[in-house]
């Protein structure tokens, strides 16, 4: 009779501190993440962590691909910083765009002066098919631009025409 009497009053006790300190046990010092709020209702709680339980022991490809709103998702290559001496070129390494419908280029570089090219193919060694060319005139100010994935690989070439040295920022971004 006395240890039902003890359990009840620590069930009790811990029924009265849920009670009294709930809201000091369910806030958290870390952070908001959206990608966490799987429900989207603003707070990350039981409710969310109730769509990993079903999910839980669930198999798939884990390298797939996300897709938010039709935005790129991936970074395909990148550059900072890369030094282009005066009346040099730039050729960046082939990039695999297969199974992507489009790709998104966004380009800086600090001397007013460059010229750019778009090489697209079917092979990663051999680029016969010049997808776009273009020079300062059409990048700046704008220096991004989308195109339609229509072959497998593509290679970025930079011309600094200049007297100086300058420095290219190079991002290629996948779309599904």
């Known amino acids: 009779m006395i240890r039902r009497d003890v359990i009840a009053a620590a069930l009790l006790a811990c029924i009265l501190t849920v009670l009294f300190y709930g809201t000091q046990m369910t806030r958290s010092a870390a952070p908001y993440d959206a ?29 797939k691909n996300v897709t938010i709103a039709g935005h790129a998702n991936k970074l395909a290559y990148y550059v900072k910083n890369e030094v282009v001496p005066a009346t040099s070129w730039f050729t960046s390494d082939p990039i695999l765009v297969d199974g992507y419908s489009k790709m998104t280029v966004s380009l800086t570089f600090s001397e007013s002066q460059f010229d750019y090219h ?17 020079d300062e005139t059409t990048w700046r100010p704008v220096n991004c631009k989308t195109y339609d994935v229509v072959n ?3 290679k970025i070439r930079v011309y600094n025409p200049g007297e100086f040295e300058g420095a290219l ?3 290629v971004y996948l779309i599904p």
Not at 35 to 62: C, H, K
Not at 126 to 132: Q, S, T
Request: no cysteine; net charge negative.
């Open 35 to 63: 990608w966490l709020d799987y429900n989207e209702d603003g707070t990350i709680n039981m409710r969310d962590i109730g769509a990993t339980v079903q999910a839980f022991g669930a198999s798939g490809d884990p390298a």
């Open 118 to 134: 778009l090489w697209t193919t079917h092979d990663a060694s051999n680029f016969v098919f010049r997808a776009d060319q273009g």
């Open 152 to 154: 497998m690989y593509v």
């Open 169 to 171: 920022n190079l991002d």
